[in-house]
């Protein structure tokens, strides 16, 4: 693939099936962990699942048998999925940290005065494209801690100032996502600082697990609202890939060996785990520089190392997209069929269902098509991931004068 080609690309993951036969997942994603982790959620003031749209007209324009669209804008009022992973790494770690048995989320009144105190000694850091930092911004509020964010250079003022609203002490660094992640890190362990990040490396794997099991709520609602007739291919998100990560360990643990098909798509220009799968030696391949896309949230270089493994011993199709994909998804999502719902999807949020109408639409996308298998009996199932985290942008791209910078 040329980095900036303006073609969707694929890979299936051939190798997945011979390290499937011989690799077990951790135990992390188990039921046992599904309904706790839901409990966990429950338990927060505000908590409702989020709606799940079922697209019936675009369904039937697209020849497939279903289209579900998840959407998480509703998420506890912060317009992204994000806060479930980093609600529950951020409470289960302070609880093991302070040796207390439970730190309630958003009633500071029933926290005693020495727990209160014992926080408002701690200090939280991140680095984010914008919708992590604000879901550790929003539970380091909810329970009277510090935090620190770090955004890589061209991130949004607006998705700033949403994370400082939350009295983070939050800025822009001249460096992309990567080096905010480093510099967080840096800091931490300097400061004596909590770093609560979604990206594993050896030595820092145990947070970034535990947000990955805080999004099983997601996939648990979602399967829950499909019902019986359960989806065949699911599209997902990926940027350090704890996301799909997630939801592939949920499926492997649910289902087995008749789990739907998931489909990982990526930005072009940040497509670390196409690039890893297309090289088929088994490891992790960054990709570096300015990591130029509108998906901001899917805008990471380096993959999470936990992610990997799992993606790589199990996962089925990687997908990179160009921007236009992005684009596509919004306005449709942004202005549907007669009687299908209107959805407002953000960059990141609304690629997947742009690749699912690319590729049933476009004789260019034919192989994938016919690799999917996509047709009438096909019931998809989507997540967006976000809604108009910036409303400017948003705006600028429905309404309609944005063009792909040039290369
Ligand atoms: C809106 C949105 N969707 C999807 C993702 C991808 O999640 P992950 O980085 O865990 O792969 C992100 C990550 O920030 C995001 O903000």
Known sequence: MKPDSDDIVWQANSAARAARANKALTDAFSSKHVTAIREFHRAIPGYQPTPLAALSKLAEFLGVG????????YRFGLNAF??????FALIRTLEKKLQCERIPLGDKNRQSASLRNQLENITCV?????NHGRAVAWGAEQIGCRSVVFMPAGSSPVRLENIRRHGAEAS???GN????????ADLAEQNDWLLIQDTARPGYTQIPE???QGYLTLFDEAFEQVGEHEPTHVFIQCGVGSLPASLLAFLVERYGGRRPTLISVEPTRAASFYRSVVAADGNAHAVTGRLDTIMAGLACGEPSSLAWEILRDHGDIFVACPDRVSVRGMRVLGNPLPDDRPMVSGESGAVTLGLVYEIATDPANRHLREHLRLDRSSRILLFSTEGDTDPQMYRKIVWGDWRPRAP
Do not use: F, H, N
Not at 66 to 73: G, N, R
Not at 82 to 87: N, P, W
């Open 66 to 73: 279903a289209v579900w669209v998840k959407d998480e804008s």
């Open 172 to 174: 822009i660094i001249d």
């Open 82 to 87: 994000k806060v479930l992973g980093a609600s």
């Open 210 to 212: 535990q947000i990955m």
């Open 126 to 130: 991140t680095a984010t494209d914008g």
């Open 177 to 184: 996502y990567d080096d905010a992640v480093r510099m967080a």
